[in-house]
């Protein structure tokens, strides 16, 4: 019996455009994970650079309303500081309404979501302040731009390795890392996928800045050899999956406590929207499904290959999310705390089939292989929401939008 997992980094119903989403809904992706032993997700807000944090966030608790199976929240998107009036204002007003955690890229600048060092350094210092904290996608957008750009025209699934190297990472947690010692404040790197990028958060957690990282299973089980063959594409992700030593970097990074966090991404395509990359990995839709195999990948690769223990894991999924993210009632079983529970047969294998699982997709990048850890059952507030991988209540709704306090730096 573990504590119900917590994915810290979820997108559901991602918007990318005029009437266009990602595939899964809230409704599809809360099925696929409790289905998978997560009974809490926090997904992000989606109002457009320059708009009211608070207000993007009681836009997508709207949106989310009467249609999770699971518990949740939502990190608020910060972009576009200079163009909004008094952001720190506006922050505090996000924080004041349940969401103390903030978005912030170093790329996607086309999108208007990159930030500039001046207002990283602004907004790192505001959320100091209001005891808030700054979660930053980390990568030198400029340089992705430029090298996308003499690479994409060859074509092929290779120039997303080539135009996305390690650097690129390794690069903005670097810079980030030290707009926040310069600031006196904390960051959370999202998905975090080279062992160059642990090693920095290491070295800046030896030297007493407050930096933490998260990483995801594609980042701790699959490598650049999923990008053969003619499904490549279908593995395309930002930042893409690496090498094989990047992999064992980063499970010694988590054993060690280096990094603090294991969530997904999840971000959900079928294969007719990859499709419609035409060869061209600027057109190509990044993001993988992995709401329902959190737990299953994790205990997979990580426990029952022994590179981590099961209290370790415990720490990563459930106890760990829970402080960093404002959860004071999740990630434990202690008095007191919600009944949340996924309860494992440890020598149960399942074979992996994206027919099988809850996502709208028609591929899974653990297609075929033999997973151990998926729940016999998942129990959210005393209640059991899914038995062996099915709802057992389709039509009931249970999940509720929750308030979190303020963040824990550990």
């Avoid at 809230?26 to 994970?33: D, L, N, W």
């Avoid at 120039?159 to 670097?174: C, D, I, K």
């Avoid at 980042?219 to 930002?238: I, R």
Wanted: hydrophobic letters at 40%.
């Amino acid at each position: 019996m573990l504590p119900g997992v917590i994915d810290a980094h979820a997108h559901f119903r991602l918007k990318l455009g005029p009437n266009k989403y990602t595939s899964d809904d809230f409704t599809s992706g809360s099925a696929a994970a409790v289905c998978g032993g997560t009974t809490t997700f926090i997904d992000y807000t989606g109002q457009g650079p320059g708009e009211s944090p608070a207000k993007g966030l009681r836009d997508r608790v709207a949106e989310a309303r009467g249609r999770c199976y699971a518990d949740h929240s939502f990190h608020c998107m910060l972009t576009g500081w200079s163009r909004m009036t008094r952001p720190e204002a506006a922050m505090a007003a996000a924080v004041k309404a349940g969401a103390a955690t903030f978005k912030m890229f170093t790329a996607y600048g086309a999108r208007g979501l990159m930030a500039g060092d001046g207002e990283m350094t602004q907004a790192l210092a505001a959320a100091s302040r209001l005891g808030a904290l700054v979660c930053v996608h980390a990568e030198n957008g400029p340089v992705i731009d430029f090298l996308a750009d003499l690479y994409a025209p060859a074509g092929g699934i290779g120039a997303l390795p080539r135009s996305r190297p390690a650097f690129t990472e390794t690069e903005a947690v670097g810079r980030v890392a030290a707009l926040a010692a310069a600031a006196g404040a904390s960051a959370y790197f999202v998905h975090l996928s080279a062992a160059g990028s642990a090693e920095i958060v290491a070295a800046a957690r030896r030297a007493g800045v407050r930096v933490m990282g998260e990483t995801c299973p594609q980042y701790l089980a699959l490598d650049e050899g999923s990008f053969k063959g003619k499904d490549g594409y279908l593995y395309s992700c930002c930042p893409p999956i690496r090498a094989k030593e990047d992999n064992a970097a980063l499970w010694q990074a988590l054993k060690r406590g280096t990094l603090q966090v294991v969530a997904t991404d999840n971000c959900t395509f079928t294969r007719a929207q990859k499709d419609a990359w035409g060869g061209d990995i600027r057109k190509l839709p990044m993001g993988l499904p992995g709401a329902q195999t959190l737990l299953a990948a994790a205990y997979t690769y990580g426990v029952k290959t022994g590179r981590i223990s099961l209290e370790r894991l415990v720490e990563l999924l459930c106890e760990n999310p829970a402080r960093i993210m404002g959860l004071p009632s999740k990630g434990f079983i202690r008095p007191g705390f919600d009944a949340d529970f996924a309860i494992i047969d440890p020598a149960a294998a399942v074979k992996a089939d994206w027919r099988k699982f809850k996502h709208k997709t028609d591929f899974s990048p653990w297609q075929g292989r033999k997973l151990y850890g998926f729940p016999k059952y998942t129990v959210l507030r005393g209640e059991v929401v899914a038995e062996s991988g099915e709802l057992t209540s389709p039509k009931i709704f249970g999940g509720r939008f929750l308030r979190r306090s303020k963040p824990v730096i550990i």
